[in-house]
């Protein structure tokens, strides 16, 4: 859990306007230092199973957070990302960057088999 002060500092330089303290970079910030310390933590205590648990959940709705800024505002993912250097929005980038060109790929091929059904019909007449 982080003290006071500590998230007061992520909160001001996270904001989005003045009194903001839940937007989803916010949220980002804070839970990416939480997991940090939780890691810190099970790198010295590495038989404490209900912090793990605690820290896999921290990771996973910072996950989601992320994707839903993914989606919904790609320029505030970005920097957040930048900001915060993390490995799982890199990753995330790449993920979406593999999809967008399988759908182009998809897209692509789509148009040539029309184009040869075009083709093929007009010979056919």
Request: proline share 0%.
């Given at each position: 859990m982080l003290d006071k002060n500590t998230k007061e500092k992520i909160i001001k330089k996270f904001k989005t306007h003045e009194n903001d303290t839940g937007s989803p970079e916010v949220q980002i910030a804070i839970l990416t230092?939480?997991?940090?310390r939780l890691t810190e933590?099970?790198?010295t205590h590495k038989q404490d199973h209900s912090s793990?648990?605690?820290l896999l959940k921290k990771i996973g709705e910072r996950k989601r957070l992320l994707k839903y800024l993914q989606k919904e505002y790609e320029e505030a993912f970005k920097n957040v990302s930048s900001k915060l250097n993390?490995?799982?929005?890199?990753?995330?980038e790449k993920e979406e960057?593999?999809?967008r060109q399988f759908e182009e790929q998809l897209?692509?091929?789509k148009n040539r088999k029309q184009q040869n059904n075009e083709e093929n019909n007009k010979q056919g007449e």
């Open positions: 230092e939480e997991v940090k933590h099970l790198k793990r648990r605690g993390l490995r799982i929005a890199k990753k995330m960057e593999t999809k897209d692509k091929n």
